[in-house]
């Protein structure tokens, strides 16, 4: 379990931290030059039928490096995880700042986590996390998947896949951080529900690096991310 530092590619953004449980791997989103050439050139030398599969996983990836960094993206995580039918299941882990103009994003949270309050029914619900209120929304819905779509059939490969946001304050009230978990083993909402909860709870605002003023501990924090992370994910 790592505590994961934010990138800031977009000029003044939070500073955040939140625990990763096992299974994640974090996803560059700001690869450097020599890097993607390097996976060009290793990609080129691949016999010609790897090649081609090479070729399309590369344009996948920056294709959703650009999609992500358009969209304010700040980190993201790729989840693989064993299911029962002996393969793997994916699971994708963004997390966004959004600005919140002319409007101060504590009362934009509360209002929200009153409405999910009272729309339960329909998959939202408050939240009181260690780094402040917030709400969760979850739902199912028909996406556009990787791949290429069946023989005779025209357009994009679609798919059906659960999604669950948490949306808190940032630091100093400025933004709205929203943390959101994606993935097509719908039949298994309930387990990723509570992948998304447990790395909401170990957000913090806090270098958890850094020990309390005045204080030398070999353990972290209690309230913590790096206590939060051992509570959650152990």
């Known amino acids: 379990m790592t505590e994961t530092p934010t990138r800031a590619p977009h000029g003044r953004t939070p500073a955040f931290w939140y625990g990763l ?20 050139r290793q990609a080129m030398a691949l016999p010609q039928d790897e090649r081609d599969r090479a070729e399309e996983v590369l344009r996948f990836y920056a294709a959703t490096v650009r999609a992500l960094n358009a969209q304010r993206v700040q980190s993201c995580a790729l989840g693989l995880h064993p299911n029962d039918d002996g393969g793997l299941t994916s699971s994708v882990l963004t997390i966004t700042t959004v600005p919140t103009s002319g409007s101060h994003a504590k009362a934009v949270i509360a209002s929200l986590a009153g409405t999910a309050a009272d729309r339960r029914d329909v998959g939202m619900r408050p939240l009181e996390l260690p ?6 929304a979850e739902e199912k819905r028909r996406t556009i998947a990787p791949g290429r779509p069946p023989e ?11 999604q669950g946001t948490v949306a808190v304050t940032g630091p100093g009230g400025r933004d709205i951080v929203m943390l959101q978990l994606v993935t097509e083993a719908v039949d298994q909402a309930d387990d990723y529900r509570d992948v998304l909860l447990g790395i909401a709870r170990t957000l913090t605002y806090t270098d958890p690096t850094q020990p309390v003023s005045g204080e030398i501990q070999d353990s972290p924090a209690p309230g913590s991310a790096a206590h939060q992370v051992q509570s959650d994910f152990g």
């Open 21 to 40: 449980p096992h299974g994640y791997v974090q996803i560059d989103l700001d690869p450097p030059l020599d890097g993607v050439v390097e996976l060009v």
């Open 131 to 136: 780094c402040g209120l917030g709400f969760l």
């Open 152 to 162: 005779g059939v025209e357009g994009p490969r679609t798919g059906l896949v659960w």
